[in-house]
């Protein structure tokens, strides 16, 4: 018989796998289903931070006007699950056709993904999204694999 903490972790792997589908689907209403109304999310692009599931939304929105299709991949994912909070971390590689036809194999990315358990569903009300940072040029590298 899974314990507790179990049941909750297979949950929230579900939910991760949730948000592949719907970037992969471009849906943004299915999204919006799995995040807290006050998510913060710190992305790599400008602003330092987006606040709300608007902000959030929006965020993917101007993501997927870039592309055709999409595609998004998740490896490496771990997870730490209490009572009421849960947090995570993996790789993610966010690809696709571009709207010009041109295909991409993306980047990866470094994700961290802090869930609330709130009336019994896991929604993330954080999520931290970098690349490594090469100190002597300043800039971030891309090209890394895990």
């Not at 179990?6 to 995040?35: H, M, N, P, S, T």
């Not at 991949?73 to 699950?81: F, G, I, N, S």
């Not at 041109?102 to 999520?127: E, N, P, Q, Y």
């Amino acid at each position: 018989m899974p314990t507790q903490r179990e049941e909750d972790e297979a949950r929230i792997r579900r939910q991760i796998g949730r948000i592949v589908e719907g970037i992969r689907a471009k849906d943004l209403e299915g999204l919006r289903r799995l995040y807290a109304t006050d998510v913060v999310s710190f992305d790599v692009e400008p602003p330092l931070q987006h606040v709300g599931i608007d902000a959030k939304l929006k965020n993917w929105e101007r993501a997927f006007a870039f592309f055709q299709d999409v595609d998004y991949e998740v490896r490496d994912l771990t997870l730490t699950v209490g009572d009421t909070v849960a947090f995570g971390h993996c790789f993610g590689r966010l690809s696709g056709t571009l709207r010009n036809g041109t295909a991409t194999s993306g980047m990866w990315v470094r994700g961290t993904f802090c869930l609330r358990k709130t009336d019994g569903d896991w929604l993330i009300a954080h999520d931290q999204v970098s690349v490594p940072l090469d100190m002597s040029s300043g800039k971030g590298v891309t090209d890394l694999e895990p």
